[in-house]
């Protein structure tokens, strides 16, 4: 509106304007303070879902860390049952022992008792990933332990003669290597 036409205006044509405009701003006012407070009320409930979400991390982040502590504690609970069943067969060969018989007989019962026990014992190392190292295998430095070099017709110059004592390896990896002859 331009200043002539508000001067030809009348004072109740102003009046009304003014309060014409008054109830938009009062309407726009509590529009605003409407959204502020449903604003308010979404940041409260933002506030309470972070929390309860970080509360849960937390919980979950324990429970990991028990979870993992007693994976840990236990990890060889399957080994030791499956040892149990060779202690059995070395109980027997022992009690095979005390058992009123001759000497070639018992003899025989008690070698058959400690080869059982022998075969269940590598059975369930291998069961665990736990193998021999093999005698037939080319000599490796990383698995085997050269203590002694000896001349032979036999094999050719390297190759393993004789096994002193038998390697092991935990899948890939040696856990005790194979002490071993050479030829030269």
Known sequence: MSKEELEQESPETTEENLEQVLEEAEAEAEAVENEFDLLQAELTELKDKYARVHADFDNIKKRLER??????E??????????????????GALNSANMDADKAELFDKLKEGI???HKQFLTS????GVTMV??????????????QAVDSDEVESGQIVQTFQTGYKY?????????????N
């Open 171 to 183: 899948k890939e990896r040696p856990l005790r290597e194979a002490m071993v002859i050479v030829a």
């Open 134 to 147: 093999s005698h037939d295998e080319p000599f490796d430095p990383n698995i085997h332990n050269a203590v």
């Open 67 to 72: 979870e993992k502590y007693t994976a840990v």
């Open 125 to 128: 190392l291998e069961k665990h």
């Open 115 to 117: 080869e059982l026990t």
């Open 74 to 91: 236990y990890a060889n609970e399957k080994f030791a049952k499956d040892m149990i069943p060779v202690l059995d067969s070395l109980q």
